[in-house]
């Protein structure tokens, strides 16, 4: 299989729908618009449940990977950007080992190898789709028929055509940015906001309590007389957010920002002017964040089948679990977690759990504990490779750039052999920090997950650069004049 592939299925690949590129550069404020539009498009999916489903009172077997892949249960979005990102992860995975081979530089051969992605993305969506509908997760296919069955399956599939389109939308140059980071860090920014903040008063067995960590907390000061116990139970409630929750969210925030700023300056100068000087930037956190990310994807899609087989038998153990459709995303997560008791236990006991769980040594926690770190640090130097931002790679697009490192000699190797000493290092250790990054905020209970709140600083970090640099338009100058 090579390039000569693409050509054979180019007239499927053909029919496939596409965002074409502006003829040239939309101004900021257009840009702007077209990102809040495919924004709002990508909520209201999010809040739009799935015709025909009949879903049972069972718990969610994908909660904890929903944040980071910007899914919401239940709804059009159930399966987020999965079907994307797995699809993108395979063929980068098959063009790396050189089974598809395309040329990059070539608009053609580029164009159909983003159409391929498109086709396995939505072959991926209709395999997941009918593993969720034949699963049960949506009513057993008995009862809601072969007809509704296939309706669901295409309602599910139109929405991850429409994602697709939206991220296209973005990546060709309407927009600013990514869709999938766009949807991601919406993702997770919602379901912090509405763990501190929701008003919905969920019934834990104890009473009706608020589901808002802080809001909850200002009610058992105000509604309790015994003050000190209020406190305890605001900071360390077992089945809902509480304040231990937020402060551990707020401490991952400040170490992602810290870690954001890791990198590595080489300046390059110009073959034309010698004086036209600027820094190629080797960031930690670029070349580790999305290989974490593509690997979790990757290990939902893998779990697809024994994870719904054992959803479809799964009961609900918790009064306020909610599976209803067409509630909210954050109440469904937020009654999802409460089925998981120990998401929000006490630090002490959520140490123990992981070391010394009460029935006995738990061998999965402790591999976790173990492999996490080191397997983010392994497909990071895999990805540098896949993503071709290995060093020879690099040098070769200096090169073509017309553009050379100061600190080697004008030739491809030389500059090839000064990177080999700076880009594996840099995606090793990042990967390994990211890694621990993830188990160090599952650990303390941060809303989010480190991963996802890595994902979403990245993103607004990027927002801010982009109104940095063409702020003047939008009248943002105070911008420049900060950082300068």
């Known amino acids: 299989m090579s390039s000569g592939l693409l050509y054979i299925l180019k007239p499927i690949l053909q029919l496939l729908p596409e965002i074409d590129k502006p003829a040239r550069l939309p101004p900021i404020k257009e840009r702007i618009m077209w990102t809040a539009v495919a924004l709002f498009i990508f909520l209201v999916s999010c809040q739009v449940p799935v015709y025909g489903a009949r879903p049972a009172n069972s718990s969610d077997p994908f909660y904890w990977m929903r944040i980071v892949l910007a899914s919401n249960r239940g709804t059009l979005m159930e399966l987020g950007i999965s079907p994307m990102v797995t699809a993108s992860l395979i063929l980068e995975l098959i063009a790396g080992v050189g089974i598809i081979t395309y040329d990059a530089e070539n608009k053609e051969e580029r164009s159909l190898f983003e159409a391929l992605q498109k086709l396995l993305a939505i072959f991926i969506t209709v395999c997941e789709a009918s593993a969720y509908v034949s699963s049960g997760m949506y009513g057993e296919p008995s009862r809601i028929g072969f007809f509704m069955c296939a309706v669901i399956v295409l309602q599910l599939l139109f929405s991850t055509i429409v994602c697709m389109l939206l991220d296209e939308l973005l990546q060709r140059g309407w927009g600013i940015g990514s869709g999938t980071s766009l949807f991601i860090a919406t993702n997770v920014c919602e379901t912090i906001v509405w763990k501190c903040f929701s008003p919905s008063t969920i019934n834990t067995g104890r009473g009706a309590e608020f589901e808002g960590a802080i809001i909850a907390f200002f009610h058992l000061l105000v509604s309790r007389s015994d003050k000190v116990r209020a406190l305890r139970e605001a900071f360390y409630r077992p089945q809902l957010p509480n304040l231990t929750n937020v402060f551990a969210t707020l401490v991952v925030f400040v170490i992602v920002v810290f870690f954001q700023g890791f990198r590595v300056p080489l300046i390059t100068k110009s073959k034309f002017n010698s004086m036209d000087r600027q820094p190629y930037l080797i960031k930690l956190s670029t070349r580790a964040t999305c290989p974490s990310f593509c690997r979790r994807a990757s290990c939902r899609t893998s779990t697809l089948s024994p994870r719904c087989s054992r959803a479809a038998s799964a009961t609900a153990t918790s009064s306020s679990t909610c599976s209803g459709a067409g509630r ?62 290995a060093p020879r790679d690099v040098a070769k697009q200096l090169a073509k750039q017309g553009r050379w490192l100061i600190q080697a000699r004008e030739s491809e190797e030389d500059m090839a052999r000064l990177l080999d000493k700076y880009i594996p290092v840099a995606a090793s250790f990042g990967g390994l920090c990211v890694g621990a990054l993830t188990l160090f905020a599952d650990f303390l209970g941060a809303i989010g997950s480190g991963t996802g709140i890595l994902l979403s600083v990245t993103m607004i970090n990027q927002y801010f650069e982009i109104l940095r640099q063409e702020g003047q338009e939008l009248g943002y100058n105070f911008l420049n004049k900060k950082m300068n």
């Not at 392994?378 to 931002?389: D, E, K, Q, V």
């Open 328 to 389: 909210s995303a954050a109440t469904t997560r937020a009654a999802t977690a409460s089925s998981s008791p120990w998401r929000a236990r006490l630090l002490p006991h959520r140490a123990l759990h992981l070391l010394r769980p009460a029935r006995g040594p738990d061998p999965c926690h402790l591999l976790h504990l173990c492999l996490c770190s080191p397997r983010a640090r392994s497909f990071s130097r895999l990805w540098i490779t896949i993503s071709h931002t």
